[in-house]
């Protein structure tokens, strides 16, 4: 019966201390260390933030003859040291600043005054500083950046030569290959349609046709003439 009674009171005391043992280990605490994180006891975390100073803005534009009784928006320049309490000082200078461009000392905004034509000029290079109002110290370090003159249709295409004078062997055969002519356009190849030329013939049809895209005149049909 001893024997009996030692083995069943073993196993209890065995689950009681693997009890007792967890306990001891959850009211310690761990300590856990992450990246950029700071230790605390109790499992908790708090991101530690780096201060990050700069400039920040995105790429700036300008939509060429601009027509409006106001002055066209362009951008905002923003440091992060600015908390937004009148502290920082934004100052703009380069080319077309204080004339063409404006800039709100205080809030950044950038300001267009003047129409502009991307043929005659497609960008602007201007440097931006931001000082402290109160003691005139520099808070980021100079920055130079570009306004792009954003370009609208404005512009018809060009033939390089003409006017084009060209004779046709009488009976040839048609699609023969009367003549190749090129047009050009001064609007900007990059952004969107403005530039892209295609090609059609007014008069002379049925008896000519032109590729709209690689500009060449054939003859459609077989009769004579020039």
Not at 19 to 48: D, F, P
Not at 106 to 132: C, F, M, P
Request: aromatic letters at 8%; glycine letters at 8%.
């Amino acid at each position: 019966m001893r024997i009996m009674s030692t083995s069943c009171i073993c196993p209890v005391l065995v689950c009681l201390c693997f009890v007792q043992r967890c306990y001891g280990a959850a009211h310690h605490g761990s300590i856990k260390v992450t990246r950029n994180q700071t230790k605390h006891i109790e499992g908790e975390t708090e991101v530690h933030h780096r201060p990050k100073r700069g400039w920040v803005w995105n790429q700036f534009f300008v939509l060429e003859e601009h027509l409006g009784p106001d002055p066209q928006y362009v951008g905002k320049l923003h440091s992060n040291s600015d908390k937004g309490d009148g502290s920082v000082k934004y100052i703009l200078t380069g080319e077309g600043a204080g004339t063409i461009f404006i800039i709100d000392d205080t809030t950044g905004d950038i300001h267009s005054t003047k129409s502009l034509d991307r043929e005659q000029k497609t960008h602007y290079v201007l440097h931006a500083q931001a000082i402290d109002r109160r003691t005139n110290k520099p808070l980021e370090p100079e920055s130079e950046f570009i306004i792009k003159v954003q370009d609208i249709n404005d512009n018809a295409p060009k033939f390089t030569d003409g006017p084009y004078i060209v004779t046709v062997p009488e009976m040839s055969e048609m699609g023969t290959s009367v003549l190749q002519v090129t047009a050009t356009d001064a609007d900007d190849p990059t952004y969107g349609n403005s530039a892209r030329v295609v090609y059609s013939i007014l008069q002379g049809q049925p008896y000519f046709s032109v590729d709209p895209k690689t500009d060449d005149i054939s003859r459609d049909i077989g009769q004579q003439g020039k």
